[in-house]
């Protein structure tokens, strides 16, 4: 939020490019705490895998292998100015964070689909599906990223994918903490 915040600051009021800039701090700190949060819930969660079918390992795999060469390819590989000082390269840092999401992620699938059924299986998959279109407007925008600053249709439309996600991944802790509190309520007060 406050990367969000700073990078409107320049570009709305200040009317300089935002990219780099103080918000790319915040924006790459937050990879490293979603991941944190993510595996503290997966801990949580005590996923049996033996109930996963073949099929459901083979999707997960196909997907994590997928998303990784796409992010590795267009997020490190081609973004890498050799000799480049770090501004150069910060989209590198980018990428690093995006491959670091992905397994979480795919964690957070199987989750969804072990209460496939059950109150938490939307939410999950909301979170999912937030996480997913990061990874896609990630990828998008080192792929384009001069179309985008340029304000080039349809590249300028990225952000709808940035927008999505938060949306997605609000919905899906919303629904959480609502089923939280729905169970506290009927626990039985002390």
Do not use: C
Not at 14 to 27: E, G, K, Q, T
Not at 51 to 76: D, E, Q, R
Not at 131 to 158: C, R
Not at 159 to 181: E, H, P, Q, V
Request: glycine residues 8%; aromatic residues 18%.
């Amino acid at each position: 939020m406050i990367g969000e915040a700073v990078w409107l600051y320049y570009d709305y009021i200040l009317l300089v490019s935002p990219y780099p800039s103080i918000a790319d701090v915040f924006y790459i700190a937050a990879y490293p705490l979603f991941a944190l949060g993510l595996i503290q819930e997966i801990r949580f969660a005590k996923i049996k895998f033996s109930n996963l079918n073949k099929s459901a390992f083979a999707v997960i795999g196909i997907l994590g292998l997928t998303m990784s060469a796409l992010v590795f390819y267009h997020g490190v590989f081609k973004v890498y100015v050799p000799g480049g000082i770090l501004v150069d390269n910060l989209s590198i840092i980018y990428g690093i964070g995006d491959l670091i999401i992905i397994i979480p992620t795919l964690f957070v699938l199987v989750l969804a689909w072990e209460y496939k059924g059950g109150r938490i299986f939307i939410p999950w998959l909301f979170i999912f599906a937030s996480f997913l279109l990061t990874l896609i407007a990630d990828v998008l925008y080192t792929i384009f990223t001069d179309q985008y600053l340029e304000w080039e249709k349809p590249f300028s439309g990225l952000d709808l994918f940035w927008i999505g996600s938060y949306l997605l991944a609000g919905l899906g802790f919303l629904n959480i903490a609502l089923l939280l509190k729905d169970i506290q309520k009927k626990l039985p007060s002390k």
